[in-house]
């Protein structure tokens, strides 16, 4: 069992129509077609949508995204159109919404590996693969690979696992030209945006990134990109391979859920409890750092 804690209602707003809500963005529909993503400050863990949020989440990950965007644009369009708020909207909305092209998606996460850890690791130490390409021996968590990989999974529903599978899946779900077309622009933009964090003292360990097709079929990257939620962002002056490494990330509400204090049992079918104010913090704290850090600019 798992899902929300406690699933929000959608926020009602003249003109827009409700489409979904996701783990952390609701999506809507605007008069002229278009579509109105809202980044919430939920967090998930552990396929769980936690009952406490973290203050200013939904705008840091609209703001990295945004700054990531503008680095990406030679490489691979976009589908931000406006970050202007709709008329009528809540307050609490700004710097939050984005105004999207509605893209025919693709029904792939494209992941990007250049380090080893996560689930990549744990089939690796199974098979000396990741998603069916062989790797090297003598590998270990948080080992940099020979060079980055195509990873991909099928997208899963809230409350479900993404289940990694093989190119030659993707391929056949999607047909051979689009497979490579996402496997192509996957590995640019991973090569582009490890450069760019490693040169303010960050490994990007890996990401995952989402794609659609515009009205001139043209490949489009989507939905959130290289943000704490959908990236492993490492210190690199403490990258140390061999074991889990500190992380910009909600690795804090993963560990306190896990821990004898909070009295939780993940593979139970009871919901995650509230989190403490200390982690609600720390775990803040780490998005902003890796905000302020990736950009160079200040928070406030």
């Not at 991909?152 to 047909?175: I, M, W």
Request: hydrophobic residues 35%; proline residues 8%.
């Amino acid at each position: 069992m798992s899902g929300f804690v406690e699933k929000p209602e959608p926020i009602e707003v003249p003109g827009l129509v409700h489409l979904h809500t996701g783990k952390v963005r609701d999506l809507y529909r605007n008069e002229a077609g278009d579509l109105v993503m809202v980044a919430s400050d939920r967090m998930s863990a552990y396929d769980w949508v936690l009952p406490t949020e973290i203050p200013d989440k939904g705008r840091v990950l609209t703001r990295l995204s945004l700054w990531w965007f503008d680095r990406l644009a030679d490489l691979v369009p976009h589908h931000v159109l406006s970050t202007d708020l709709p008329e009528g909207a809540p307050a609490d909305w700004a710097g939050r919404t984005l105004v999207c092209s509605s893209l025919r998606m693709v029904p792939v996460e494209c992941v990007a590996r250049g380090y080893l850890t996560g689930s990549g690791l744990a089939e690796y130490e199974q098979t000396r693969t990741v998603c069916g390409l062989a790797l090297p021996e003598g590998l270990v968590d948080g080992s940099e690979l020979p060079a980055p990989i195509f990873t991909p999974a099928t997208k899963a529903e809230v409350g479900e696992h993404d289940e990694n599978v093989s190119y030659e899946e993707v391929a056949r779900q999607v047909g051979a030209d689009t497979a490579a077309r996402l496997r192509r622009t996957t590995l640019d933009v991973y090569g582009r945006a490890r450069d760019i964090a490693r040169d303010r003292g960050i490994v990007l360990a890996d990401t995952k990134f989402e794609f659609g097709f515009d009205a001139e079929d043209r490949l489009v990257l989507a939905d959130e990109v290289l943000t704490p939620d959908s990236s492993r962002f490492w210190p690199a002056d403490q990258w140390q391979p061999g074991r889990a490494q500190p992380s910009y990330d909600k690795q804090f509400v993963r560990d306190w859920l896990t821990s004898a204090e909070s009295g939780w049992d993940r593979r139970g079918e009871q919901p995650p409890p509230p989190l403490p104010p200390q982690v609600v913090e720390a775990t803040r704290a780490k998005y902003l750092e890796a905000y302020e850090r990736l950009t160079g600019m200040s928070w406030s």
